[in-house]
Antibody, heavy 116, light 107 residues
Framework: EVQLVESGGALVQPGGSLRLSCAAS????????MNWVRQAPGKGLEWISH???????EYADSVKGRFTISRDNAKNSLYLQMNSLRDDDTAVYYC??????????WGQGTLVTVSS | EIVLTQSPATLSLSPGERATLSCRAS??????LAWYQQKPGQAPRLLIY???NRATGIPDRFSGSGSGTDFTLTISSLEPEDFAVYYC?????????FGGGTKVEIK
């Protein structure tokens, strides 16, 4: 059974940093691209970052230069390093498996709250 | 970036009725469009990919159509569990983008 479990969400002050993790199981993690998608409270979905099996990356303009996506295939894990956090980064952050033109499995999400 | 506009924002229907949801792209996305369903407090769930292919385990009352800039998600006969928010997403160009969502609510 494919499972994605996010962790690392917390309350953090503006300007702070946080590292999210996504533990994958039930599939060959190294064979799949992965995405991070977020959802602000009461709002829609926003794609923020993508990493290929080759570890090349893509970012939304809203996070470019502040967030870094990475992966550790030996640990079946995906990461999102978030720096210079702002109030508008407050959201539930989901990791999703990218099965070529579709996100077919999603984690349950982890909440990041940026507030002083 | 490619902007996806979903309409209507809210659709008020009764169980058993047909739901027709629209997603319009600001430029062609060919057939690289997916639809997701999201219920309160849950992660999104993939329904349709490549505009018209049902994901594994999705009932055949869900169907997708369209290509280029105009797409439709149809639910042929609404079941109680179908009342939710639906999002389209384009997979044609970076950055990936989602539409603003259509809420299907019970009338």
């Amino acid at each position: 059974e494919v499972q994605l479990v996010e962790s690392g969400g917390a309350l953090v002050q503006p300007g702070g940093s946080l590292r999210l993790s996504c533990a994958a199981s039930g599939f060959i993690f190294s064979s799949y691209d992965m995405n991070w998608v977020r959802q602000a409270p009461g709002k829609g979905l926003e794609w923020i970052s993508h990493i290929r099996t080759s570890s090349t990356t893509e970012y939304a303009d809203s996070v470019k230069g502040r967030f870094t996506i990475s992966r550790d295939n030996a640990k079946n894990s995906l990461y999102l390093q978030m720096n210079s956090l702002r109030d508008d980064d407050t959201a539930v952050y989901y990791c999703a498996r990218d099965a070529k033109y579709k996100d077919d499995y999603w984690g349950q999400g982890t909440l990041v709250t940026v507030s002083s | 970036e490619i902007v996806l506009t979903q309409s209507p924002a809210t659709l008020s229907l009764s169980p058993g009725e047909r739901a027709t949801l629209s997603c319009r792209a600001s430029q062609s996305v060919r057939s690289y469009l997916a639809w997701y369903q999201q219920k309160p407090g849950q992660a999104p769930r993939l329904l349709i990919y490549d505009a018209s292919n049902r994901a594994t385990g999705i009932p055949d009352r869900f169907s997708g159509s369209g290509s280029g800039t105009d797409f439709t998600l149809t639910i042929s006969s609404l079941e109680p569990e179908d009342f939710a928010v639906y999002y389209c997403q384009q997979r044609s160009k970076w950055p990936l983008t989602f539409g603003g969502g259509t809420k299907v609510e019970i009338k």
